[in-house]
């Protein structure tokens, strides 16, 4: 069986102008988030599946000097050959690296050191910004920047919660909630196309393009929100064994989970420190075990991968809540599919049939994690805009919790 | 859209009469597992994971008394009502419970007062067996016990490897391999029907009966064996990290991990004790980690559980090396597609379409576990003979090793 | 300074007669101890710390076979190779062994087989019990025996108190509490001679005699009792960090700890199962934080090893409430020093002024212990009766509490 | 018996002014060590033993601000309420506080933050300066911050031996060793006292003073040098059990330890970097554990610390190689017996005959800690010069390595 047309179609991609204009957008937004920031608060680390917000400009620069200067680039010098080892993050082909629960020791290269670095291999990666040869890698290497302005977001919030004096990255704004949509979208089943299709970027764990057959079903048109989650606390829902997978009860029991992560009383911690929840603003910090319970209770089920995308395809991925610039990412709720929050689905993080990962280094990106893990769909309000699509495949363990991670239910029809 | 007419089709139960002889063997099965075991050899816990003999035949005997005795008997009175909390083994429902690493505490009862619980119970549940109400639990009653009766098996081994002195269950007698098939059964894709259908018992798990799109693939004829594991190791298998998922390779550094459980030199752990390993024979005892990195380094992937189960359709589920009675299990190879070894599929353990847990206790029987683990396919060694079936799907984490747990290789067409 | 003349003293020690015959009452005693319980009973293992009763049985008999039979037996043949590897218990010298926690697994040999072995090395021990040479080492062993008989009846009490069902290892007989005495008994300081003097045997530990420099002090002539102890715990003991070291703060607030072990409501639990307290008898199962807290409550401390054996050179250490067949030790309070449980110092336990362990494997014995563990003295209902005196050094880490272990204060004048 | 005599004589103590000038000098040395590091380095905390340089500055403040200006001037305001729970190290009485090991997330207050803190309380501080009431307190608080000069040393060499760029504090400059003594002083027994007398401020660890019982015995003028210790190496010191104590052993096994902490071939970790070793230098960051073995190993033994004051009483505390200002500290060797290397005793942490702690949250200082520790005996290179005296009683866990200590041997007579 072939495959079928649509992914053999070719899209317009972006031109080597598009990207050069993205990657210097990119570097910049990277450095934006780190003015906020004193040296110590970019140096800390929380805990071991977050990293320092240095780290994360230092890592993306590693990046690209690695797979792009030093491969690509004759004769090219390491910026300095001994911070690879500090800024390698996973890459075993790339060879050792800290411990990734010590990154918050290295206090030196400074901030300005690493800035340094970064202004070097900007300049150096002029050199390769025209050439249509790299326009996939650097698309990568944008994405993977664009991946890690979310996880510093996230990470620095980590860290400041962590604190007792709760502070802020930024002062507070009121944000007026937009509405979200009511009621739910219906899909007759039948058989969808999943999976990227086109010249534009997008990364090996997304294709290849298939089909796969679908019950009728409806996706509903809004976000759970933190005063539905409310509903569900007060209904005993963290109590009733019932409605928890075997491994979600052990880990609540352990962890003693009562409520999503951030929630004190009437109040949650966000990028301007502690605030009082908005009962109509998307849930926001839930891990897959208490997505799926909470669906359980409500009598409805998480959607799969495939129903989200059959109804997402064709959407505006750029709508929403998501992070246009260094400013603090909050849900608020938009009748967008995309935005505010990731979203759980029942999905396993599996290989879609005849998957090969990428060749070489970057070719552990995606696919060595396809075990144990679930799939997200749409984007966040700390999501770059733009770096999202309806085949998109974000990816965290059923546990983690401190991403922008929320839900939207489904039900069979 | 309804339910595919083949799932509404009846097929031909079991009738009470089968029942209670099939209720009656298995009793008597477990027991004459425990003939070859000491007192203390039924009563230690190797590791949490595993039980002691004589908790799989109390166990078993309180799933009888409480799902069947206690709820369907008018005025039956517990044997000891201590004993439940002792020898529930995850109910919530049913309430408190031993800590499940604290098992091999229990020396009393003893065996003996188990079998006079057993047979107590046995001779209760004569008035039960005859009635059509009661037939659906009865079968759940005995699929649970064949479950148990392989995981006595596979406990009692794992126990038995970490006694220096090696002991063996039962005399070693030597078995000439029969020949696996050769060669790749193919499969042309296309929309295949998936899950139990008829009035035969399964599990909740199997269904609702579901359709699925697949793509052409072929099958192999032939379990992966000892010899061919014994090629990935001198290969540098397991030190090569290209082969290996993150957690996988993380798994194996940890754990220091360089072979099949119960491999040393060139034997293995066997009932019968140490013994030479066969080349030929099927290899066990792998987790899914491994069979996945196998299947890299082979340049082929494990079969999806849809695909596994569109070739096994209609196929005899009955044949091949399975358990027939108390005799010492070891893969040998057989040209069917069930027994020797459980095979991995790279399906993650995940709810059917409209999947709904049945009511009450029962109902955490499968549908709480679908997290975090992988579908096997097919019979072991250590699967009673009639247990299993092609839409069986049966399940463990992926590092876990202490089942017959080998691999049959897929391709992509 | 030369040794005082008193250490150079020769004191009548045991005849060769009186040895055989202590070995072979010792020897009864262990498999005595054996009887009330069943093969699983013999060989489960409760924590790291305790050893199961089967495993005492075989080690001690290890003790003769390697120390007396293999050493000074001309060609003397172990009776099998493989046993030394599961029944060494702390020899470096003597080779590797099975992992400390792992003793439970053993389930073969059997007790039939550990008592035959047994019975082989008594034979085979008639050889050398006539002889003077090897009086020193047959001394030692006796010891060695009579101690683990003392710890397979805390051990096997210990695993006992796991089992929600409470077994009890003999038949309950109630006890009348002999009155301990009133009062303190006061010294008034100045130089006190310390340690073993003489030729009777005695651990390397207890020497060499040396002088120590006592102020004056009192010793309580009663053992805290179980009524005390109730005051201490209705007045808030167990949540006044005042009361408690730092260590001892952090052991009981991770380990949630609210009372003595064994205790619950009214009862405690002992070798006839779950009994009421005698308030009148004196508190055992506590742990040197405990004692410590406990005697800041009450306003007094307690006493260093060198007041404790000042006072009790001299008196009769075979006396008291100590064990003399197999028969439920349970403490009860008597006027003597000795018996009931053995009694807490604040002494560190550290090697005397011009120390030296003993040459060879036996050196381990005691030498290699002295570090962060605390020296108690006297002896307990479960020690059998001569084996204790004034200068018997016992030790344990200051968290431990399986042993019959109490207090009795002390206070300066 | 009453106290000797000597002990109730009065020496003459520090006037005020003596103590607001070396008010003055602590309080600006602690802050000249903060000037080499960045904000980022005065921040993370490299392991739970180890505190931050920020949190050492900002705990010492905390001590002036509760002990002196909260409970000694009216109306006295906090300068933030919300510190004390910051700062607070181990005060129970004084309430809750952060977990000891997150102390490295607390990047918010800044440095600048603290320093304006820190001279808030010293401005507040001149009110009670010159009050012959407070003398004890503010003594007991210039010794206080002394000690935390001396970890603030030993702590951020530590966080920057993690960091694999090895960073410098300061500059290096060759340090000529000058020669340390050579030969045996030794001491005749008998009754020697011990403990402070006398007026000057001392800990309460110190006292009450008291006679011990000393035997003949002998104490090297020479600290063990890291070339006696690279000949403990070669003649497999790490690898012999019989050296070692079994806490030891484990400890060696479990953590690898083969070299002292900072070593790595003929190199180790200071201030400045990763150096050449000096042979001749006195050896440094040793545990207790590895002392023991290095003296057993050369047929000598640790001394106790009543062995050690006696030899060193009268002796000048204020000689050797001892921190006078903000420089590298680094062991050199001296005549000295005091400066280098704090030196183990075989001495357990214990209190001495008639112990008391002081009363108030304060008695929490010392007394709490006498459990598993063991005594230091001396000064280091990185003390305040002038903080110890030869009753100075340090204390750590056997295992500890991170302070700057050695060992100095000592034999019978």
Redo the contacts between chains.
Sequence with gaps: ?ALPEAAQQSTTAATPDDLAAQFRETRALTESLLEPL???????Q?MEDASPA?WHAAHTTWFWETFLLRDHVADYQLYDE?WP??FNS?Y??EGDR?LRG?R????????AQVLDWRHAVNDAMDALLDDPAHTELIALGIAHEQQHIELLLTDIKH?FS????G?AMWEHAENRSPSQGTGWTEHP?G?AMIGHQGNDFAFDNEGPA????L??FALSKSLVTNGEWADFISDGGYED??L??????AWLSRCNITAPLYWREDEHFTHTGWQKRDPDAPVAHIS??EA?AFATWAGKRLPTEFEWEAIARGSDASGGNQLDNAAPPSPRGTPSLFGDVWQFT???Y??Y??FQPAEGAV??YNG?????QWVLKGASCATVRGHSRATYRNFFY?QQRWQFTGLRLAK?L
Tied chains: 1, 2, 3, 4.
Excluded: C, Q
Aim: glycine share 8%.
């Design positions: 069986m004193s040296e110590a608060d970019a140096t800390i929380s240095k001994r080892f500090l996973y075993e082909a800290i010590k918050g020791l290295i206090s030196r290269p400074t901030v860290a962590k604190n007792p004096l502070p089943g058989i298939h089909r796969v057959l019950e009728p064994h019932r928890w997978l075997s491994d979600a009860w897959y075990y799926d029942r999905s396993g599996l290989p049939p005849r070719g552990e060595k994690f396809m075990a144990g059923p069979d």
